[in-house]
């Protein structure tokens, strides 16, 4: 089953995923609690949107692994994606009290809590997620989106121009969002795309 397993994993990377599902699927046939597998396989349907299949096999690995906080948050990930956002808090929190220090379950709830408009909720959470990631540029755009909703604008601005110093090849983007902090643009979230 390993080796269906990493043999698929290499058609993800490549991006091959009929290819990957067939090696994916080999392995579960071999050993049907390889938990690996079904994430493989979550994976894939995540990537392609496929958010209903992607749940069921994120919580078929999780039924194998229960202790596994990467399998929790992919689970909150495609939950938030299908706009379920209490299932995914819940998932992304089971993450953290597994694994505290995780930056990825506290970054993907901060992005949930931006959903929901709970802005002040969503600093709390990704002023941690800083502290243990101070140089992921995303972090420091979500941060300035959601100071941008509570209306501090310098500290906006300040974000904004750190995710640029950070990540300078996204600079349109940011730009583009430092922009409509002057212009009083009151766009919809989901406009802002890091």
Not at 7 to 26: I, T
Not at 114 to 121: A, D, G, I, P
Not at 165 to 183: G, R
Request: net charge negative; hydrophobic share 35%; charged share 25%.
């Amino acid at each position: 089953a390993w080796a269906y397993t990493l043999s698929a994993h290499e058609f993800v990377a490549n991006e091959d995923f009929e290819k990957a599902l067939c090696g994916f699927r080999q392995a579960i046939g071999e050993n049907p609690r390889h938990y690996n597998a079904w994430y493989g396989m979550g994976n894939i349907y995540f990537r392609q949107e496929k958010y209903d299949l992607a749940a069921y096999h994120f919580q078929r690995a999780l039924k194998i692994n229960d202790r596994n906080t990467v399998l929790y948050c992919y689970l909150g990930m495609v939950l938030h994606s299908n706009d379920k956002c209490d299932e995914a808090l819940e998932n992304l929190t089971k993450a953290e009290q597994l694994e505290p220090t995780n930056s990825l379950a506290k970054y993907q709830k901060a992005n949930v809590f931006f959903s929901l408009q709970r802005y002040h909720e969503a600093l709390e959470v990704l002023n941690q997620v800083r502290d243990f990631a101070p140089r992921e540029a995303s972090v420091h755009f979500l941060m300035g989106k959601v100071c941008k909703r509570l209306g501090r604008i310098n500290d906006a601005i300040l974000h904004f121009t750190t995710t640029l110093d950070l990540n300078p090849k996204d600079k349109n983007v940011v730009k583009s969002a430092i922009d409509k902090l002057h212009c009083g643009d009151n766009e919809s979230q989901s406009s802002e795309e890091f």
